[in-house]
């Protein structure tokens, strides 16, 4: 594939200190023996008199039985502003690399917040609320003019602004009391700033070339930030001095055999000291970290590569007729298996579970989709994977399969379970990463679509116009959906029927394509568009002559 022209694209916390509920798992494709010790458990919490609490706050795994209709509230009502927080149950047993059960929950336990793209390893947290309800910009950085860079690929050189595709920003709070806000830009550089303020917390760390990807942040509270380049590096940065210092770096070049470009636009994962990447170099790696504090108290790291694979095989180059095969999407990782796709549409699964005793990881699912899958694969908490797929080279192969795919790895001869076409003339396909909640998926099209898509039967149940493509990956907290569109115009739809064709509740103008993925957190919505900018939302203080409320609407005013 070519890129995408610039027009478009404190310490330890709980989990259950956010207070999300745990996502239930039944399945109606599946049997129902647990009905019986469930019916005793419900009666049993009756009798004592003990309340359950269901509703979620950021995770999207829900019952798949549960089918709100409007007659639960009025369908003009607001959802609360209020967001609501149960508090989390333990997750079962699992043994392994990631739970399962852990898909639409929060990541770590010591790091609360949102710390890679999509904001865990199967790449469905979202963050929490509350939502705004009648959200203005609080603040916009930077201040004066916008961040901007020079850069060159197959299309000659030019001027790219802001942040883009998928430029989700971490958002987590720091051991030092505070919330912290980071993300790479268009202007070559990593950004720390203040989630209450937007000033910066750290001096910009600058690299090469432009940052298009979604940075990530340690999970197990290392003062650590990850990051690629189209400067054909991936770096890990030390956060914990008084400017940010690079303590590692590897080269697209630096394994072999590689094919097609040398950019990193995935957001890392890192596990148990392990750092999995894929790169636009077609090659999926594993790093050993060796984390650590010097004698000086600072953070260290000692990088070692373990492990790195072609994401192409002989097949995939005859089926497709050229080498346009980059790994341009965000690792997944459910179970033992890590999940990843190509721009030439193979999808895959890399057994990792004797990884640590050194064993090489063995690929356990292959399945071609025919066309560029730049968008992540999204696992439930059955284990399904949720694919988008582009439609490009138009192939025969692709135009069979469609291009929003449900799979089951577990089929590894017949894995697709459902699948939706999109094959528009003109501008077509997916490049936002789908959404779960409850019962649905969501997808945005390059068409200018969202859509929303029963995730058993794979029957779209509704349609939205947003009338330029859609590359943003939407997110959905406390059952509000968000999703932006290359006019500029962030929106939110009320979701708590997923059978119905859910009403605007508001929308905020930005300047400039919203092509990055926002992140929610505790009443605000970051994200940053192709004018230059990034965003603070949220709702006004109630107060708006505080000191705060005019710092705040002099910034979001320049």
């Not at 359950?52 to 950021?58: C, L």
């Not at 929950?105 to 939502?131: D, M, Q």
């Not at 299309?155 to 602004?161: A, K, L, N, V």
């Amino acid at each position: 594939m070519t890129d995408r022209e610039p027009g478009y694209r404190g310490g330890p916390v709980r989990l259950a200190d956010l207070g999300l509920t745990p996502p239930t798992r039944r399945s109606p494709e599946r049997g129902r023996p647990w009905l019986v010790p469930v019916i005793i458990l419900a009666a049993l919490v009756a009798a004592w008199g003990v309340v359950a609490v269901v509703d979620s706050g950021g995770g999207g795994d829900q019952d798949l039985a549960a089918r709100p209709s409007g007659d639960a509230t009025e369908a003009g009502d607001d959802p609360s502003p209020a967001s609501t927080e149960p508090t989390l149950a333990p997750l079962p047993p699992f043994d392994g690399w990631v739970n399962p059960a852990s898909s639409g929950r929060p990541w770590s336990e010591t790091v609360p917040g949102i710390l890679t793209f999509r904001g865990n390893p199967t790449r469905s947290f979202y963050g929490v609320g509350p939502v705004p309800t009648n959200p203005v910009v609080l603040w916009s950085f930077p201040a004066e003019g916008g961040m901007c860079g020079t850069s060159t690929d197959g299309s000659g050189t030019q001027t790219w602004c802001g942040t883009g595709w998928t430029g989700q920003p971490s958002v987590w709070e720091h051991r030092d009391g505070r919330t912290w806000v980071a993300f790479g830009g268009y202007d070559y550089a990593v950004h720390w700033l203040d989630y209450e303020s937007g000033a910066r917390l750290l001096p910009d760390f600058r690299t090469g070339d432009i940052i298009k990807g979604s940075v990530t942040v340690d999970p197990d509270g290392y003062p650590l930030l990850y990051t690629g380049s189209r400067d054909n590096y991936y770096r890990i940065i030390a956060m914990d001095r008084e400017q940010p210092v690079e303590l590692w770096k590897i080269h697209a070049k630096a394994v072999s055999p590689t094919l097609w470009n040398d950019d990193w636009d995935g957001s890392g994962l890192i596990i148990d000291d392990y750092l999995f990447e894929g790169g636009e170099n077609s090659q999926f790696h594993i790093v050993k970290l060796n984390r650590g504090y010097g004698p000086d108290g600072k953070v260290t790291v000692d990088p070692k590569l373990v492990f790195n694979t072609p994401g192409w095989d002989s097949q995939l180059l005859s089926d497709l007729g050229d080498n346009q095969v980059s790994i341009e999407n965000s690792v997944a990782i459910s179970g033992n298996t890590v999940y990843f796709a190509n721009s030439g549409g193979l999808v895959q699964g890399w057994d990792i579970s004797g990884l640590k005793n050194g064993e090489r990881p063995a690929r356990v699912f292959r399945y071609w989709t025919g066309d560029d899958v730049d968008a992540s694969i999204v696992v439930d908490a059955e284990g399904f994977l949720y694919v988008g797929a582009e439609f490009e080279r138009g192939n025969a192969r692709a135009r069979e399969v469609g291009q929003i795919l449900k799979l089951d790895p577990r089929k590894p001869d017949d894995p697709l379970v459902w699948s939706v076409k999109d094959q528009k003339p003109g501008k077509s396909g997916v490049w936002g990463t789908p959404a779960i909640w409850k019962d649905m998926v969501y997808v945005p099209t390059n068409a200018g679509e969202l859509l929303g898509i029963d995730r058993v039967t794979g029957q779209v149940v509704w349609r939205k116009d947003l009338g330029s493509q859609t590359w943003q990956s939407p997110v959905v907290v406390d059952d509000v959906l968000i999703e932006g569109d290359c006019d500029g115009n962030l929106h939110a739809y009320d979701v708590r029927d997923t059978r119905r064709d859910p009403p605007e509740l508001w929308s905020v103008k930005l300047d400039g394509c919203i092509e990055s993925t926002p992140a929610v957190w505790k009443g605000r919505i970051f994200v940053g568009a192709r004018g230059g900018k990034f965003y603070a939302i949220g709702d006004p203080p109630a107060d708006r002559r505080s000191p705060a409320t005019e710092a705040a609407a002099g910034r979001s005013d320049r």
